[in-house]
């Protein structure tokens, strides 16, 4: 497959145009940002552990009936992927509160939260992201009303499978972020499942293990990356 011209070019990953009809090239780069892209750095490898951790997820999910965008690997940080419409929502699902979530509403840090709660946010940097609820999304004519059926469905399925995994290799799934597109009719994950996109903490120390180990300093981020990506896939 040939990669021709860029397409978008986000925080920390480029799409690219391919030869393939229906088929696009996303590379991960070693960018890492936080807070809104305030604070940003490139960090050596870090590209490759969320490429590997994305893509043995997306490979973990479509066994298990879940439709993704993923199609396959091209290089240790690339992969071919199914063009889909994207939709403007980060659809967040959390299992215990932290976050944004403690910051806006009395939740104590730390504490679960059986059923997990869905939180669906408006994909639009120049406002913020702000917190959508299902009348704006309809408002805003983002989905239809069974599409957003669809992704709420998808995320909390995708949620017990990914809690599933996780918990067997003594990690906690606090809460992770998702982005959906369209493709034949039928809603799709894509973007990624990375570091990046959740809040894993070990099950025994409670210590994080994913991008908030950047946001708040609190250790050396690639040996992190490195050790829970080593945990995830084996
Ligand atoms: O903590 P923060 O204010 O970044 O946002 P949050 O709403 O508590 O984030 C919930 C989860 O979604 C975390 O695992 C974030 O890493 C992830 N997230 C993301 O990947 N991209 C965003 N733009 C926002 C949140």
């Not at 699902?93 to 979530?101: E, H, K, P, Q, Y």
């Not at 504490?111 to 408006?122: E, K, N, R, S």
């Not at 309809?138 to 998808?154: G, H, P, V, W, Y």
Request: aromatic letters at 8%.
């Amino acid at each position: 497959m040939k990669q021709l011209d860029l397409l978008y070019q986000g925080k920390a990953k480029s799409v690219y145009r391919s030869d393939e009809q229906g088929t696009l090239i996303m590379r991960f780069r070693d960018d890492i940002t936080a807070f809104d892209g305030e604070k940003k750095d490139v960090l050596g490898g870090k590209g490759g552990y969320n490429t590997e951790v994305s893509a043995f997820f997306f490979r973990y999910l479509e066994e298990r009936g879940i439709k993704t965008h993923f199609l396959g690997m091209i290089d240790p940080i690339t992969m071919a992927v199914r063009d889909l419409t994207m939709i403007p929502l980060e659809v967040i699902v959390r299992n215990v509160a932290a976050g944004s979530i403690v910051r806006r509403y009395p939740f104590t840090e730390g504490a679960p939260l059986d059923p997990p709660v869905i939180v669906i946010d408006y994909k639009d940097d120049s406002r913020h992201d702000p917190m959508l609820n299902d009348d704006l999304i309809l408002a805003l004519r983002l989905t239809t009303r069974e599409e957003l059926d669809q992704i709420k469905a998808n995320a909390l399925a995708i949620n017990e499978l990914l809690k599933d995994h996780l918990d067997a290799r003594g990690i906690i799934l606090v809460d992770f972020k998702m982005e959906f597109g369209r493709r034949d009719g039928t809603i799709h994950l894509g973007d990624e499942i990375s570091m990046d996109s959740m809040r894993l903490w070990d099950k025994e120390t409670r210590q994080s293990m994913d991008k908030d180990v950047y946001r708040f300093n609190k250790g050396d981020v690639m040996t992190e990356y490195a050790k829970v990506a080593k945990r995830i896939i084996s």
